[in-house]
């Protein structure tokens, strides 16, 4: 998602208390609870877009402790002036490319990832950019806990097919796995809506969904 870039939206992300400052990040790993104030088990979302799913799961789920992560500044802006409007003490934001995620939590800090309506970086030269590609899983794995799950959801067939190829090279497997996510009740109940999700199945588009762990 690349929305018109919004002169000021870096001050204003900068001035923002939802959001870990970017020059203290190095300062996070190992870090979460004293964060959050609690010692509740912390998940989050990389691409978080406008923060809809990580805002509602946020505040469906006071139990747990959520981090949402976007490139852009511009974007992450629009999830800021949700929590402006209904402030969550469970929820803050990173602006960072989540290349970088390995810096960010020390290994096993994370209880589980969400990863929603990706980029899909259709050229093969750019699969490693790819965020359920082999090279996000290896960093997957380190701040992921050892029995924690990672979910993923797309409408884009070509970009699960190959997120799906990638498990077993890089050592995980699928405990779940649909291509028709909303037809089926079970794993429904609780599904929290995305942005691209509710526009993508109101066109008609199947959505595919696959839970993951090693
Ligand atoms: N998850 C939201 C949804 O389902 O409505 C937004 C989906 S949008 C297609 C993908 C988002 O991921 C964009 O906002 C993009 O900026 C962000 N993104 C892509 N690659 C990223 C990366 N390497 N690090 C952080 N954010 C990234």
Sequence with gaps: MR?????????MIARSP?????????DCPGMWQKIFGNSHPVRIEIGMGKGRFIHTMAKEHPEFNYVGIEKYSSVLLRAVQKMEKEELPNLKFIRMDAEEITKVFSPGEVDRIYLNFSD?????RHARRRLPSREFLARY????KKDGVLEFKT??????????????PAGWHADVLTYDLHRER???EGNVMTEYEEKFSQQGNPICKYIISR
């Design 155 to 168: 409408d884009n067939r070509e970009l699960f097919d190959f997120a799906v190829g990638e498990l077993e």
């Design 141 to 144: 794995d380190r701040i992921l």
């Design 18 to 26: 939802f959001v870990v400052p970017e020059e203290g990040l190095s």
């Design 120 to 124: 899909p970086w259709p050229k093969d």
């Design 3 to 11: 929305l018109r870039n919004i002169t000021g939206s870096r001050e």
């Design 186 to 188: 079970e794993l429904m």
